[in-house]
Antibody
Framework: QVQLQQSGAELARPGASVKVSCKAS????????MHWVKQRPGQGLEWIGY????????NYNQKFKDKATLTADKSSSTAYMQLSSLTSEDSAVYYC????????????WGQGTLVTVSA | DIQMTQSPSSLSASLGGKVTITCKAS??????IAWYQHKPGKGPRLLIH???TLQPGIPSRFSGSGSGRDYSFSISNLEPEDIATYYC????????FGGGTKLEIK
């Protein structure tokens, strides 16, 4: 069965960077886009962007284009999201979600990774 | 960018009852809307895609309808496990979530 296993909670200082991972299993990693979604405490869901693991093509929500960098390692079936120049506004739970269909919707989700930015 | 206006933001209903949530898009999204159930500490769960296509294993108590800019999602015969926040997602032109609807049981 499809599983997306995300890395553990992160505590980072303001101005630092953090890298969250999402290890996929149960399907051919390169065949589906991987998306990332942000949820701030008490807030709704916000799409960050996606990567096509086969080609490396990325597409970002303009709001996050200078904040998030998406990469993928086909050899380990793992997608990554790096967040840079962290501020308190980046404190949130981040989810990876696998696309399906065309246009793709989010069919499977990881369990979420809590990123806390604090001095 | 497409905006999704979801309402209500919260609602309370009785066990066995029925609730309906609506999402209005800022432009025609050609039925490219999905609905998710989200419980604390977990990733969202896909219930419906393409307006009304139920995911395998999702009870028929859940349903969706709509076209153009206007879409709705309903849960009938409410059960305790339905307590969650529900989101719509448009995927016609990039991706936009509705603001969410928190469902409580009376």
């Amino acid at each position: 069965q499809v599983q997306l296993q995300q890395s553990g909670a992160e505590l980072a200082r303001p101005g630092a960077s953090v890298k969250v991972s999402c290890k996929a299993s149960g399907y051919t990693f390169s065949s589906y886009t991987m998306h990332w979604v942000k949820q701030r405490p008490g807030q709704g869901l916000e799409w960050i962007g996606y990567i096509n693991p086969s080609s490396g093509y990325t597409n970002y929500n303009q709001k996050f284009k200078d904040k998030a960098t998406l990469t993928a390692d086909k050899s380990s079936s793992t997608a990554y999201m790096q967040l840079s120049s962290l501020t308190s506004e980046d404190s949130a739970v981040y989810y990876c979600a696998r696309g399906y269909g065309y246009p793709a919707w989010f069919a499977y989700w990881g369990q979420g990774t809590l990123v806390t930015v604090s001095a | 960018d497409i905006q999704m206006t979801q309402s209500p933001s919260s609602l309370s209903a009785s066990l066995g009852g029925k609730v309906t949530i609506t999402c209005k898009a800022s432009q025609d999204i050609n039925k490219d809307i999905a609905w998710y159930q989200h419980k604390p500490g977990k990733g969202p769960r896909l219930l419906i895609h393409y307006t009304s296509t139920l995911q395998p294993g999702i009870p028929s108590r859940f349903s969706g309808s709509g076209s153009g800019r206007d879409y709705s999602f309903s849960i009938s015969n409410l059960e305790p496990e339905d307590i969650a926040t529900y989101y719509c997602l448009q995927y016609n032109n990039l991706y936009t979530f509705g603001g969410g609807t928190k469902l409580e049981i009376k």
